[in-house]
């Protein structure tokens, strides 16, 4: 296919950083802007003893999105579908505008700009056709969104994980060197240390310690996801088991603990039936690996699904020994035959710096259809995990008491899980029955047999679901 062309575009600097270029796919034109949000930044009096670090995720930059006479034109994400309510930050059937990716992270600047680093897990290009993009275009589409990050974040540590559209054609990412893993060491050799780039230039992940006793580990599940054809029958592709288990097997001897991101989670789907997020004997394998080094890892960070969700990872006599999170996306995007979507989130976890416990997330959000009405982007604290749900902080055991909260009748506890589900979306959607059925197996039943046995049972009492 012809290499997708390029235009050099006009860009309103801000005054505190010269944002990079915006890419444009094929045919496209258009303005990338930096406007004046007016939100304060939040005051939070946390102990010298608590640690914060941002993550974000799934930002999908649409270079197409603009407003347009003729709704079918508006952006190549929606795929001709009519974004009839299209305005300044996006739409619901529209990947991310640069304009909302920048009202993001000059947000995240405002809010707190001292964090101890940042967890960005992948996905940088739109939902196109394939035949729209190319090697050099997501190349391009990432270096933007690196840029911008390190534009708003100087200086401030940044650990990414590869997501199965950042690369060409999209879900086929390698089990050795190419193009794109070389092209991501490049850009984030100002984040990662040496030994992290080789192992990312030859297989998309790495590790590095954040600091004494800490260790983030990025993996690349895409190598296990279920259309990635570059990855078929391989039992170990590019090594990552073998290099996991050493990895997590050398942070125990140091003594360390470990944060795990990646893009594409373990376990099951929440908002369908019996589909694990990668190919199943992948993902038995992780479940496994993470149950035998559970006592390692802190907690596990992932993107992907653009809902927000949690799971507890039981070990095979039911206690529950990790905790798992999934963090809502930027971008809005929604199938147009979708019932709801997701308002553009990111998200602020606070944690001991002693031992590294995770102790509440501070989840952030912009409703989308008030910003485009009033034309200006007023991100808001949608919750703090804690308040929310009366939890004294995010072990698994407390997670665990919540979810067996979520099944009582009329459990408002769960409703309101729901409604942050969607990133208030909208709060009148309910999820009943066989809806709550799936929404529940997954969060306590990441591997195969006890998820099966959980929907098969079709209930989900006490006596069932431990």
């Avoid at 060491?185 to 954040?210: I, N």
Wanted: a neutral charge.
């Amino acid at each position: 296919m012809p290499a997708l062309g390029w235009k050099r575009l006009v860009v309103r600097r801000g005054a505190d950083m010269g944002p990079p270029r915006c890419p444009a796919l094929r045919g496209a034109f258009f303005l990338c802007f930096v406007g004046g949000f007016a939100a304060a930044p939040i005051e939070d009096a946390h102990l010298a003893t608590t640690g914060r670090f941002w993550h974000v995720t799934d930002l999908h930059l649409d270079p197409t999105y603009r407003l347009a006479d003729d709704p079918t034109q508006v952006c190549l994400s929606s795929k001709g579908a009519p974004a009839a309510r299209a305005g300044l930050f996006g739409d619901f059937l529209c990947d991310a505008p640069y304009r909302l990716i920048q009202s993001a992270f000059t947000q995240m600047s405002r809010v707190a700009p001292q964090l101890d680093f940042i967890i960005w897990t992948g996905d940088s290009p739109p939902h196109v056709p394939v035949d729209e993009l190319s090697t050099d275009t997501v190349i391009q589409l990432i270096r933007n969104m690196t840029k911008t990050i390190r534009g708003h974040f100087p200086g401030l540590p940044v650990f990414p994980a590869l997501g199965n559209h950042d690369y060409w054609p999209q879900d086929q990412l390698m089990s050795s060197t190419n193009a794109i893993y070389q092209a991501a060491a490049k850009m984030w050799e100002p984040w990662l240390q040496p030994e992290a780039l080789r192992t990312l230039r030859e297989g998309g992940f790495y590790s590095q310690q954040v600091r004494p006793g800490l260790r983030v580990v990025s993996l690349n599940t895409i190598l296990y996801y279920g259309p990635n054809k570059a990855t078929v029958n391989m039992s170990d592709p590019a090594g990552q088991y073998q290099w996991l288990q050493d990895t997590l097997e050398g942070a125990e001897q140091s003594m360390e603990k470990v944060f795990i991101i990646a893009h594409v989670p373990v376990g099951y789907l929440p908002f369908t039936r019996g589909i694990p997020a990668m190919k199943e004997s992948h993902n038995e394998k992780l479940v496994a690996i993470f149950r035998n080094y559970s006592h390692v890892i802190a907690g596990q960070f992932y993107g992907h699904t653009h809902r927000d969700s949690i799971m507890v990872l039981l070990d095979q006599r039911g206690k529950p020994v990790n905790s798992v999170f999934v963090s809502p996306s930027v971008t809005p995007i929604k199938n147009v035959l979708e019932p709801y979507s997701n308002n553009p989130a990111f998200r602020m976890y606070h944690y001991d710096k002693r031992d590294f416990t995770l102790l509440d997330i501070w989840q952030y959000y912009l409703n989308l259809t008030e910003a485009n009405e009033k034309q200006s982007a007023a991100w808001r604290l949608e919750y703090t995990m804690t308040e929310a749900f009366g939890l004294k902080d995010l072990q698994p055991q407390r997670l665990l008491q919540l979810a067996l909260g979520f099944q009582l009748p009329r459990a408002r506890t769960f409703d309101r899980y729901f409604t942050h589900f969607m990133v208030s979306y909208n709060n009148s959607i309910l999820c009943e029955g066989d809806c709550k059925l799936s929404q529940m197996c997954a969060i306590l039943h990441l591997d195969r047999g006890a998820y099966s046995k959980c929907v098969g049972k079709g209930r989900y009492d006490n006596a069932f679901l431990v």
